[in-house]
Nanobody
Framework: QVQLVESGGGLVQAGGSLRLSCVAS????????MGWYRQTPGKQRELVAT???????NYADSVKGRFAISRDNAKNTVYLQMNSLKPEDTAVYYC???????????????WGKGTLVTVSS
C-alpha cells in the first residue's frame, strides 16, 4: 500500500521558519503532482502549494514569496520551506500526491495524516 508521511511541524514564533517534509512509500510506479494543503478548525482544506513532476511550482497568493515547494524524485519526497511565518499560517498541513501504484498501475490521489504548524505572535 502507498503511504504519505509528513514531518517537520511544530511551534515557531512569528517571523520564523520551518521546513516540512513528506515521504511517499510503498509500491510506487510513478508520482505525478505533489503538494501541500492546510486546514484550520471549521474551515475547508485549502491549497498551499503544488509541484509538478518536472518541478514547476504553484502557490496560493497568501504564501507567495514566503514559502517554497521542492521535491526529490529519487527519494519520493516533497518539501515545503516556510519563511516569514505569520500566526495566520497556523494549521494542520497535509501532504498530497497523485501516485500510480506498482501493483495494478492505477492512479489515485493520496493524503498524509497531517502535521501541525503553530505560529505564535
Amino acid at each position: 500500500q502507498v503511504q504519505l508521511v509528513e514531518s517537520g511541524g511544530g511551534l515557531v514564533q512569528a517571523g520564523g521558519s520551518l521546513r516540512l517534509s513528506c515521504v511517499a512509500s510503498g509500491s510506487i510506479f510513478s508520482i505525478n503532482h505533489m503538494g501541500w494543503y492546510r486546514q484550520t478548525p471549521g474551515k475547508q482544506r485549502e491549497l498551499v502549494a503544488t509541484i509538478t513532476s518536472g518541478g514547476n511550482g504553484n502557490y496560493a497568493d497568501s504564501v507567495k514569496g514566503r514559502f517554497a515547494i521542492s521535491r526529490d524524485n529519487a527519494k519520493n519526497t516533497v518539501y515545503l520551506q516556510m519563511n516569514s511565518l505569520k500566526p495566520e499560517d497556523t494549521a494542520v498541513y497535509y501532504c498530497n500526491a497523485e501516485i500510480q501504484n506498482g501493483v495494478d498501475l492505477n492512479t489515485m490521489d493520496y493524503w498524509g495524516k497531517g502535521t501541525l504548524v503553530t505560529v505564535s505572535s
